[in-house]
């Protein structure tokens, strides 16, 4: 999987969770960018991300999260670990 | 009553030197910087001609020491946080009558307000000279803080609490068994608008402990677990849906220095404290229960592996604390006094607010008088067990609890209506992976739900606000011709990822 592809990916979930209209997922889009983006709709976005892409995060993972690159790079390396 | 603990945070201020009495945005602050800073703000304070001193709600050292020199300067504070609408803090300032608001850090936010006040001070231990602090005895019936909570008017209610009520709750505090001492390092995770923040930097400051913030900038669920477990926390107050979220990783928590685990400001699940309770092998966890009203909490139900007191999933409220009274009263006013038969939890006591500020109508309705003691009705129904313990079964009226902020519908369904006057709105609460949200429906297809939010910012804050809005034809109604708000909740529940 390319990161282009998960990028899109996350472009529609991040639609179904955060109904901002279209939120362009770029590597330094963060929480401050997106207003309903909180810890409620974060940990939601992050259970579909799990679902969606058959992976799990540990919790200290989430917290080294700085922004939607670290989250797209850690989905490909738990994808290509599968 | 003498208002021992304003006397207690002096002492420490002078006395803890460099011990540290708090952790803010990973830095320590010790007691001898606190004192300074209280010492110079107070300067300041004394400068002001309103007794309420508004304090913006930064997550730094100065809001805190504004905090503190306004009680020792016998004034009281009152929390403003400088995301709110210009509207809503207009509203504050007015009601309360404050004439200076402090604020710790420059900030976008901050630029915006000077636009539309003129009473803002810059209080940062950058500008402010090294100064001692002093101390008055303010009398038990002054406010020590006033909050603002949803109103059921579209009006935010201002809630006073007097130093008496304060040092009542202290008291009961006190009975409680924790025994807190200079080694606690206590957790403060509240925004200082919830009267829950108020015991989290209050208590460590009597006993000669530290409280710990949660960074800014991080998700506030992830920057918690960050908190309780980097900084050793061996005293916390959560709500219990951070718990929730944090759900499928509770098997990566384990905090064996926590020995209080407290839970507050909404329902607490059985099932979820039973996943909580291996994470924290060494804490006596309790559910405590109270409205702003009755000063922060006033009962408490301890938990233990196996022994949870709970009603169909829910755990108790306990027992009320020393100096509160519980009554019960039915539908028809009379008092409850037989075991398992639900009534509204009205309460008692020194803990008590004197009452809503200038608001004559919420006061008549709210309290009331029953064998020469005067009484807060909750609006919380709740019923009592053989051996006197409480539980809370749910609201009277339309009131939700999202993240334990407590929430109006009808707040929202007027905020509504003044962008579209023609059109039914009905606002509910709804649950989502074990989490409590906000739901608006709107009676008009058209709705662009981003827009309308967009039109929202101006008149409510964002805890205030609907996660979901949704426009439907028509507005369901049940056999009784009523709004069939189940309907709604069911709807909100199946299209919240849409």
Redesign the interface.
Same mark, same amino acid.
């Given at each position: 999987m390319e990161t282009c592809e998960i990028r899109l990916q996350l472009g529609n979930i991040f639609d +179904?969770?955060f109904?901002?209209?279209n939120i362009e997922i770029t590597d330094e889009l963060t929480?401050?960018q997106v207003?309903?983006w909180? +810890?409620? =709709?974060?940990? =939601?976005m992050i259970?579909?991300v799990?679902s969606h892409f058959g992976i799990r995060?540990?919790?200290?993972e989430?917290?080294i999260m700085k922004n939607t690159g670290d989250l797209v790079k850690l989905i490909l390396e738990k994808k290509q670990s599968v | 009553m003498s208002i021992s603990f304003l006397h207690a945070i002096f002492k420490n201020l002078q006395q803890g030197g460099e011990r540290t009495a708090c952790v803010i945005e990973d830095t320590s602050y010790s007691y001898q910087e606190l004192h300074s800073l209280t010492g110079a703000i107070q300067g300041k304070i004394q400068r002001t001609g309103s007794v309420n001193i508004g304090v913006i709600t930064q997550n730094a050292p100065e809001t805190y020491a504004t905090i503190i020199a306004s009680w020792l300067t016998g004034k009281s504070y009152v929390p403003i946080p400088s995301n709110y609408p210009a509207e809503r803090i207009s509203d504050i300032i007015k009601t309360a009558e404050i004439s200076s608001v402090f604020y710790a850090a420059e900030a976008e936010e901050i630029d915006l307000l000077k636009t539309h006040f003129s009473l803002l001070e810059f209080v940062n231990s950058t500008t402010l000279p090294v100064a001692d602090c002093f101390h008055v005895f303010p009398p038990e019936d002054k406010t020590a803080y006033l909050l603002f909570t949803s109103g059921t008017t579209g009006k935010p209610k201002g809630v006073p609490i007097t130093f008496g009520n304060l040092q009542a709750f202290l008291n009961g505090f006190d009975t409680l068994g924790y025994n807190p001492g200079v080694e606690d390092r206590f957790l403060q995770m509240f925004d200082l608008t919830f009267d829950l923040s108020v015991v989290c930097f209050t208590k460590p400051l009597i006993c000669g402990g530290s409280f710990h913030t949660l960074p800014t900038?991080?998700?506030?669920? *992830?920057a918690l677990?960050?908190v309780l477990q980097e900084n050793r926390i061996t005293i916390s107050l959560m709500v219990p /849906?951070?718990i929730g *979220? *944090?759900l499928?990783?509770l098997e990566?928590?384990y905090l064996p220095e926590l020995r209080v685990s407290q839970f507050c400001g909404e329902a607490l699940k059985k099932d979820i404290l039973e996943k909580w309770m291996p994470c924290v092998p060494n804490a006596r966890i309790d559910n405590v229960y109270g409205p702003t009203e009755a000063t922060i909490y006033c009962s408490s139900a301890t938990c233990n592996p196996g022994k949870i007191p709970h009603h169909i999933g829910v755990v108790g409220i306990g027992k009320p604390m020393q100096g509160i009274g519980f009554l019960l009263l039915d539908e028809t006013g009379m008092v409850v006094t037989e075991q398992k038969v639900e009534g509204e939890l009205c309460l008692s006591g020194g803990q008590i607010t004197p009452g809503y500020l200038r608001n004559a109508e919420q006061n008549e309705l709210k309290f009331f008088d029953f064998n020469q003691i005067r009484y807060y009705r909750t609006g919380d129904i709740a019923f009592k067990d053989r051996s006197g313990n409480y539980y809370y079964v749910g609201r009277k009226d339309d009131q939700v609890k999202i993240?334990g902020y407590r929430i109006e519908l009808s707040e929202l369904e007027i905020a509504a209506s003044r962008i579209l006057p023609h059109c039914h709105s009905i606002a509910v609460g709804y649950q &989502?992976?074990d989490?409590w &949200?906000l739901a608006l429906f709107i009676k008009q297809t058209s709705i662009i739900?981003?827009q309308f939010?967009e039109a929202l910012k101006p008149l409510l804050p *964002?805890y205030m606000r609907p996660?979901?809005i949704f426009g439907v034809e028509e507005i369901p109604l049940n056999a009784n011709g009523k709004i069939d708000r189940k309907a709604l909740k069911l709807l909100a529940e199946s299209q919240h990822? /849409?």
């Open positions: +179904s969770v109904h901002c209209g929480a401050e207003e309903k909180d +810890s409620l =709709t974060h940990l =939601t259970a579909a799990e995060f540990k919790l200290k989430l917290i | 900038g991080m998700i506030k669920t *992830l677990y960050q /849906s951070v *979220l *944090l499928p990783y990566d928590i993240q &989502f992976a989490t &949200f739900e981003s939010q *964002l996660h979901r990822l /849409s």
